[in-house]
């Protein structure tokens, strides 16, 4: 049985490095070219392998050799992909990310296969994987299946953890009976209107969003930790520091830590700790899954914090 049920997108990374990122109608010369697995719901299924769970993945990828690659490194995990669909029709996601010196990336996701992921598909892969811990979806799939999966998951009386990523303008109650809502400072300004440039402002972003139904809300600030509102209060957690190389994955690595935390019932204060130092130590390497820390590098930093 798997723990957790990823339910995502599958991506190939093709990363260029450069001082910075050019103006329009600029060219500029980079400085390096690489190829890196990854995709939300690829790189949160192998962040939350990496720290010790079992997890399922339902997704799909091309058939081309992007598509092989991506299962391969899956199965290498431990991850179970008997539900990742593979398409003729369709090739494998790609996200073209530019880097610059310092670490800020900028992205540009073409979907591919990532579209063949329909409710239908979604349903009978859930049926199939049958009792879990905990789902985990975002939104580089198909809203339907999203949506799909989550209603699912609640008729069963599995918990739900939603990265409500990329940034997408959906209707607040949606999120009623989430069991645990993650967005970043993009996304958090997205769906609630107003900036939210600092913990203060996160955390009246959350206690909003809080008040849709989710019944717990997270505001990942990068660099300034994370806010948490759950129980009808908000607490602001620091991130902890290190020395960045490339933001890429970061969030993803949040949500494999958290989805950990979470599964071994740690408090919802002590499970944001732990994946904030999981989303910290994805910042200090190049690239997506390569970046993505393994249990015992995060287990030394969540107790040097402590």
């Excluded at 329009?24 to 392998?49: D, I, L, R, S, Y």
């Excluded at 010790?52 to 050799?65: E, F, L, S």
């Excluded at 020395?243 to 958290?258: C, E, R, Y």
Aim: overall charge negative.
């Amino acid at each position: 049985m798997s723990e957790i049920v990823i339910l995502g997108s599958l991506n190939m990374d093709l990363v260029v490095r450069a001082e910075r990122v050019p103006l329009h109608g600029e060219t500029m010369f980079g400085e390096a070219f690489a190829t890196f697995p990854g995709g939300k719901g690829a790189n949160q299924a192998v962040a939350a392998a990496r720290l010790g769970a079992r997890v399922a993945m339902i997704g799909g990828v091309g058939a081309d050799g992007f598509g092989g690659e991506l299962l391969a490194i899956m199965q290498h995990e431990g991850i179970d992909t008997s539900q990742i669909v593979r398409s003729s029709q369709a090739a494998t996601g790609v996200a073209l990310i530019m880097l610059d010196h310092n670490g800020h990336n900028t992205m540009i996701v073409v979907p591919g296969a990532n579209g063949a992921v329909q409710k239908k598909t979604v349903l009978a892969s859930l049926e199939k994987l049958g009792a879990m811990k905990l789902l985990v979806a975002q939104f580089e799939v198909a809203m339907e299946a999203v949506w799909a999966g989550i209603a699912w998951a609640r008729a069963h009386k599995i918990p739900v953890l939603l990265n409500a990523a990329p940034a997408r303008p959906t209707a607040p109650e949606a999120f009623r009976g989430i069991d645990y809502l993650v967005v970043n400072e993009q996304e958090a300004e997205c769906l609630t209107g107003q900036p939210v440039p600092n913990p203060e402002a996160a955390q009246a972003a959350a206690e909003r969003m809080a008040g849709w139904g989710a019944s717990a809300v997270i505001v990942t600030l990068g660099g300034q930790g994370s806010v948490v509102w759950a129980e009808g209060a908000s607490v602001h957690i620091p991130a902890q520091k290190v020395a960045v190389v490339d933001s890429t994955a970061a969030g993803d690595a949040f949500i494999g830590g958290l989805a950990n935390a979470l599964l071994k019932d740690a408090p919802i204060l002590e499970a944001v700790r732990y994946a904030n130092c999981a989303g910290a130590l994805a910042t200090t390497k190049l690239g997506a899954m390569p970046s993505l820390p393994d249990a015992e590098s995060v287990r030394k930093l969540y107790i040097s914090g402590s």
